[in-house]
Antibody, heavy 115, light 110 residues
Framework: QITLKESGPTLVKPTQTLTLTCTFS??????????VGWIRQPPGKALEWLAL???????RYSPSLKSRLTITKDTSKNQVVLTMTNMDPVDTATYYC???????WGQGTTVTVSS | QAGLTQPPSVSKGLRQTATLTCTGN????????AAWLQQHQGHPPKLLSY???NRPSGISERFSASRSGNTASLTITGLQPEDEADYYC???????????FGGGTKLTVL
């Protein structure tokens, strides 16, 4: 059974850097074809895709946020980390991580950006 | 920012059939097909179908997807109260090498 769980701060201040961790089980990020992505959803708004990392360390980023995002993986810990720099109140959202092709999602973690 | 276009809302009666649409372009929906996700308030999205009409295990046959050109559709037959939710389409954009989402459709079951 594949599961994913997001963790990180619930509150960050404007201009700070957000670091979120996705801890997963039931699959390995060293298996060919496997990837883990991040998606966010501001309150009452639509889903927005952020980033994706593959088993071979290939990385993809949303063009509009690429300059602020970094995605990395720790295969031994079954974790994927997303960092987002220069946080702004408009980045307030629930952040989800998802397995390959979004077939399994974590429960999400809510991040509020406020001073 | 939504890369795919979905109608904001659809309303249908109980036991009726609803068809939701999702329009992209030849680099995403027209090329790779679309995935459909259902999201109930306060819950994470759940995958209903991928690459047009492949249903994950456990998804009801009342949900069926299709594609015509650059437009994908999700048809829900025999609407039930629990089908009331937000529905998102998503597709891999082969030109940008990123996933793109639609803005979501809120389905109301009357």
């Amino acid at each position: 059974q594949i599961t994913l769980k997001e963790s990180g701060p619930t509150l960050v201040k404007p201009t700070q850097t957000l670091t979120l961790t996705c801890t997963f089980s039931g699959f390995s990020l060293s298996t060919s074809g496997v990837g883990v992505g991040w998606i966010r959803q501001p309150p009452g708004k639509a889903l927005e895709w952020l980033a994706l990392i593959y088993w071979n360390d290939d990385k993809r980023y949303s063009p509009s946020l690429k300059s602020r995002l970094t995605i990395t993986k720790d295969t031994s810990k079954n974790q994927v980390v997303l960092t987002m720099t220069n946080m702004d109140p408009v980045d307030t959202a629930t952040y989800y991580c998802a397995h390959n092709g979004m077939d399994v999602w974590g429960q999400g973690t809510t991040v509020t950006v406020s001073s | 920012q939504a890369g795919l276009t979905q109608p904001p809302s659809v309303s249908k009666g109980l036991r009726q059939t609803a068809t939701l649409t999702c329009t992209g372009n030849s680099n995403n929906v027209g090329n790779q097909g679309a995935a459909w996700l259902q999201q109930h308030q306060g819950h994470p999205p759940k995958l209903l179908s991928y690459r047009n009409n492949n249903r994950p295990s456990g998804i009801s046959e009342r949900f069926s997807a299709s594609r015509s050109g650059n437009t994908a559709s999700l048809t829900i037959t025999g609407l039930q109260p629990e089908d009331e939710a937000d529905y998102y389409c998503s597709a891999w954009d082969s030109s940008l090498s990123v996933w793109v989402f639609g803005g979501g459709t809120k389905l109301t079951v009357l």
